[in-house]
């Protein structure tokens, strides 16, 4: 695919990017997409593998290996590198029913298993991805696909993240009425209220509803079940219901200082920081760092974000604790190809607190003791001590505290983006659906109890957008499935 030299004459270009200081002042996209010459030129970077692995989709010792909607990435790399566009967008959009989405955060397992990433830089995999659907948009050739046939069935789609959406998408093509329930005031789920602007602009999520909308799907805001709506009135309204409901159920950490005043769950912090900017509006809930000093608790994307945000609210300074050793800048012996790859990397976020304040905002291997407050009950310093990653005798990994290396951190706000524990229990009991590690117990999507299905976070766990759209898509077909057979 693509010119059969091309990954030995060219080499990897990385999109532009707006300056880092520069767009500390708004909430804009920070990437500039490719142009048509570089696409053109890192399409031909494509080989002629025997065996693409960017598509396989699976995981390797617990990591992501390539596409999991098994996207077509040599055919639409050689499409754009011979400039056949639209050829492209009609191959990518086979399997991926939000590339505009995934082409942006996606964090691309897609390249880490590249072929030609076993000895040089990988093919610019997700970059080529959203310049396809860029151009689809710009130039028409995206348009509301109506069913011509309905097959009388109802669905309702409990949850509008990217599962539930993909979900929706593809029940909806196969001719169902499908109606998609949210309890938020936008539909979006995590793409609207979990990523921030700089990463995905709310337009372009506003654009794909409105597309689906035209399409037929209907989208209830500001309705939850099993409080607005019942969910036996819902059992007996549709003929299936999906439950992509997300792993929403944040981790707390349990420590002496939790209650204080300042001290906020990451993701409170970022969706509340996102209303405000779709609303103009804040209430007693926004969480303003403008001149505050922050300290960002976890060391993943999450708390990276919270680092972007808070720049852009003008803080007075930034600092992300991470539990774990600073990564290498090479792959490991236990880290092959075509494994992702663990390797130390640069965020937008910390490209721009670099150049803010100077340095670096990642702080390795910290254990956050305690959170201290002032005599008015808010929170003003974080007691730390240095761990020490080693392995036991047993060939566990233990983390040890190191004496002698406490210190005491001044903060106004400390933001906790430790993780997620999995979905909130209270409308899978209501269901009756049974769970198995915080998870839903649902083999091939579907529960314990006929006619109702799972995808995304809530069956898998914490993970990645595009494992939420492989989710929803294969969720609608058990659910064509068993349409078919009631």
């Not at 196969?174 to 793409?191: K, M, N, P, S």
């Not at 990451?266 to 926004?286: I, N, R, S």
């Not at 994307?301 to 600092?319: E, I, W």
């Not at 721009?352 to 254990?367: N, T």
């Amino acid at each position: 695919m693509g010119k059969a030299t091309g990954f030995m004459e060219y080499v990897r270009e990385e999109e532009k990017k707006r300056d880092p200081l520069s767009r500390l002042h708004d909430w804009e996209e920070y990437a500039f997409p490719f142009s048509n010459d570089t696409l053109a030129r890192q399409g031909a970077r494509c080989m002629d593998c025997g065996t693409p692995f960017c598509h396989m989709g699976m995981e390797l010792n617990g990591l992501t290996s390539g596409c999991p909607i098994h996207n077509l990435i040599p055919e639409w790399n050689d499409l754009v590198y011979r400039g056949r566009w639209k050829e492209a967008f009609e191959r990518l959009v086979k399997t991926n029913n939000f590339p505009e989405f995934t082409g942006r955060v996606c964090p691309a397992p897609c390249e880490g298993s590249c072929t030609v990433a076993i000895s040089d830089s990988a093919v610019a995999i997700k970059g080529i991805e959203r310049a396809i659907i860029d151009k689809a948009f710009a130039e028409g050739w995206v348009q509301p696909r109506v069913p011509t046939k309905r097959t009388g069935k109802k669905v309702a789609v409990i949850g509008s993240g990217p599962a539930g959406l993909a979900c929706a998408d593809e029940l909806n093509q196969a001719g169902h009425f499908v109606t998609v329930y949210e309890r938020a005031d936008r539909i979006g789920g995590l793409l609207t209220y979990g990523i921030p602007n700089m990463k995905l602009g709310k337009d372009v999520v506003e654009r794909r509803v409105r597309l689906l909308e035209e399409e037929g799907i209907a989208f209830l805001t500001n309705t939850e079940v099993g409080k607005h709506i019942t969910v036996d009135e819902l059992r007996k309204r549709y003929d299936a219901v999906v439950l992509c409901i997300g792993a929403q159920k944040q981790r707390d950490l349990v420590i002496e200082g939790r209650e204080l005043a300042g001290v906020h769950l990451a993701m409170d912090y970022l969706t509340v920081t996102t209303k405000w900017l779709l609303t103009g509006e804040k209430d007693e809930t926004f969480i303003d760092a403008k001149h505050k000093h922050v300290i960002v608790i976890g060391g993943g994307d999450t708390g990276a974000d919270c680092v972007a945000t808070a720049l852009r609210q003008q803080c007075k300074s930034v600092v992300q604790f991470g539990k774990h050793p600073s990564l290498p800048k090479e792959r490991t012996d236990d880290n092959p190809w075509p494994q992702y790859p663990l390797v130390f990397t640069v965020d937008y976020a910390y490209e721009e607190a670099e150049a803010k304040f100077g340095s670096d905002p990642r702080q390795y291997c910290i254990q956050t003791k305690k959170i201290v407050g002032d005599e008015n009950g808010k929170v003003k310093e974080l007691h730390t001590i240095h761990m020490e990653k080693k392995v036991d005798e047993h060939g566990r990994i233990v983390f040890k505290e190191i004496p002698g290396t406490e210190k005491v951190w001044s903060c106004d706000i400390v933001l906790i983006a430790i993780g997620f524990e999995g979905p909130e229990p209270s409308l899978l009991q209501q269901f009756g659906v049974e769970t198995v590690n915080k998870k839903a117990k649902a083999p091939r999507y579907k529960t314990n109890i006929e006619g109702v299905f799972v995808a995304g976070d809530a069956r898998r766990g914490q993970s990645l957008v595009v494992w939420a759209i492989h989710e929803g898509r294969e969720a609608a077909r058990a659910v064509n499935d068993f349409l078919r057979k009631h």
